[in-house]
Nanobody, 115 residues
């Protein structure tokens, strides 16, 4: 089982930036894709961005051009969030996929953007 720990959330004013980090441990050698979802109160969980090992990144339309996902080695993924908007307020959850294994999830980190 892969263990994921997120960090970097917090409170920021609209227009500001935050950088989220997600570090994986345990069985990381087989991780393929990693990414971020977010969930706001009363809303469905939304895929924000993902990136496969050595592959391209994918973004939700709502964050493309403002957020950048990157990966360091096989077990760490970052989400650089610029030009933040109040509607970006949510709990951000990191995930990791491995072949033949259930998706692993982190506990989440809260991002709050004030207007």
């Amino acid at each position: 089982q892969v263990h994921l720990v997120e960090s970097g959330g917090g409170l920021v004013q609209a227009g500001g930036s935050l950088r989220l980090s997600c570090a994986a441990s345990g069985g990381t050698f087989s991780i393929n894709a990693m990414g971020w979802y977010r969930q706001a109160p009363g809303k469905q969980r939304e895929l924000v961005a993902d990136i496969s090992r050595g592959g391209p990144a994918n973004y939700a339309d709502s964050v493309r051009g403002r957020f950048t996902i990157s990966r360091e080695k096989v077990n760490t993924v970052y989400l650089q969030m610029n030009s933040l908007k109040p509607e970006d307020t949510a709990a951000y959850l990191c995930y990791a996929d491995r072949p033949m294994s259930p998706r692993s999830w982190g506990q989440g980190t809260q991002v709050t953007v004030s207007s």
